[in-house]
T-cell receptor, first 112, second 114 residues
Framework: GDSVTQMEGPVTLSEEAFLTINCTYT??????LFWYVQYPGEGLQLLLK?????DKGSNKGFEATYRKETTSFHLEKGSVQVSDSAVYFC???????????FGAGTRLTVKP | DGGITQSPKYLFRKEGQNVTLSCEQN?????MYWYRQDPGQGLRLIYY???????QKGDIAEGYSVSREKKESFPLTVTSAQKNPTAFYLC?????????????FGPGTRLTVT
């Protein structure tokens, strides 16, 4: 079945450092790909998404490119802030499939 | 403002009692979902519903029950048969069919059973 694997955390960075969180997927056909963010004690918020190969999703300085050849959707940000500290989830939704599969989540802590 | 509401935010129950968690959405979404999240863990799907009066078991349905009598509402009952019910419960909704429909999440209910 469809699945998502993302890099294990926790990840600790200093403010203004470059962030990469790796995400790879296994799916039949052409899934849609998502990154969600969860702040402590809250639900998940959509950060960005991409629905076809080579699409780049972006929001709040975060970016991720849908790479079909490497089945990847890595999350990047050029300069992280303390306020980016949260748990990040990679997810996929299969074509014509209303079910969504989530990765295990990666906890990011940014220190001043 | 459209969104998903879950109530209450914190819930405490004694072991052996059933408890019902509320989830309401005003996004006019056909599909609704319940997930369980344990500390430091990802999301595990409990039940989902793609249309009123129909629902399917997810990966960890044992000890839980749901109903979908209205499009806007998808309550989850945690029964006494659930062996380890203490967790953070998240409700979500989405559009159906085709590409790109993300799930929208509520703020969650933290259930503690002692």
């Amino acid at each position: 079945g469809d699945s998502v694997t993302q890099m294990e955390g926790p990840v600790t960075l200093s403010e203004e450092a470059f962030l990469t969180i790796n995400c790879t997927y296994t799916a039949t056909g052409y899934p849609s790909l998502f990154w969600y963010v969860q702040y402590p004690g809250e639900g998940l918020q959509l950060l960005l998404k991409a629905t076809k190969a080579d699409d780049k999703g972006s929001n709040k300085g975060f970016e991720a490119t849908y790479r079909k050849e490497t089945t990847s959707f890595h999350l990047e940000k050029g300069s992280v802030q303390v306020s980016d500290s949260a748990v990040y989830f990679c997810a996929l939704r299969g074509y014509n499939n209303n079910d969504m599969r989530f990765g295990a989540g990666t906890r990011l802590t940014v220190k001043p | 403002d459209g969104g998903i509401t879950q109530s209450p935010k914190y819930l405490f129950r004694k072991e052996g009692q059933n408890v019902t968690l509320s989830c309401e959405q005003n996004l006019n979404h056909d599909a609704m979902y319940w997930y369980r999240q344990d500390p430091g863990q990802g999301l595990r799907l409990i039940y989902y519903s793609q249309i009123v009066n129909d629902f399917q078991k997810g990966d960890i349905a044992e000890g839980y029950s749901v109903s979908r009598e209205k499009k806007e509402s998808f309550p989850l009952t945690v029964t006494s048969a659930q062996k380890n019910p203490t967790a953070f419960y998240l409700c979500a909704s989405s559009g159906t069919g085709g590409l790109g429909y993300e799930q929208y999440f509520g703020p969650g209910t933290r259930l503690t059973v002692t």
